[in-house]
């Protein structure tokens, strides 16, 4: 199979807020961003190490969606110390996932939209 690279989108009604979160406070660099394609804003980021991104949109006729326990964002760190810095630049948002496997293996917390970024050690 030939090489692929993964893009994880996700619309919000927050576009700025998220902005501040994955790229000022988890340290996801942006990589680039649109504005008004066909009534859509977005922003894309790049997940460190990976050849994947997250890209964030707002604006066209569908709503947000709402959170749910178990659509999560998961980030491996094989750092320790840098795993324990994102944590602390999001402190303040630490919630408990809903599956025990992640309760005992990740630190979790909500974005401004209130789905759930796992923090988690190795892989």
């Not at 949109?57 to 320790?80: I, K, R, Y």
């Not at 948002?93 to 401004?112: G, I, K, L, Q, T």
């Amino acid at each position: 199979m030939a090489a692929m690279r993964l893009r994880i989108a996700r619309h919000t009604a927050r576009l700025e807020e998220l902005v501040a979160f994955y790229r000022d406070r988890v340290g996801l660099p942006e990589t680039g961003r649109f504005v008004d394609h066909d009534g859509y804003d977005g922003v894309f980021f790049e997940i460190p190490g990976s050849r994947a991104e997250l890209e964030l949109t707002t604006g066209g006729g569908h709503a947000a969606p709402a959170p749910h326990p178990e659509s999560l964002l998961v980030l491996f760190f094989d750092d320790p110390a840098e795993l324990e810095a994102v944590a602390n630049r999001i402190a303040g948002s630490e919630v408990v996932p809903a599956n025990p496997y992640w309760r005992a293996r990740a630190r979790a917390f909500a974005d401004p939209d209130g789905f759930q970024l796992l923090l988690v050690p190795g892989r």
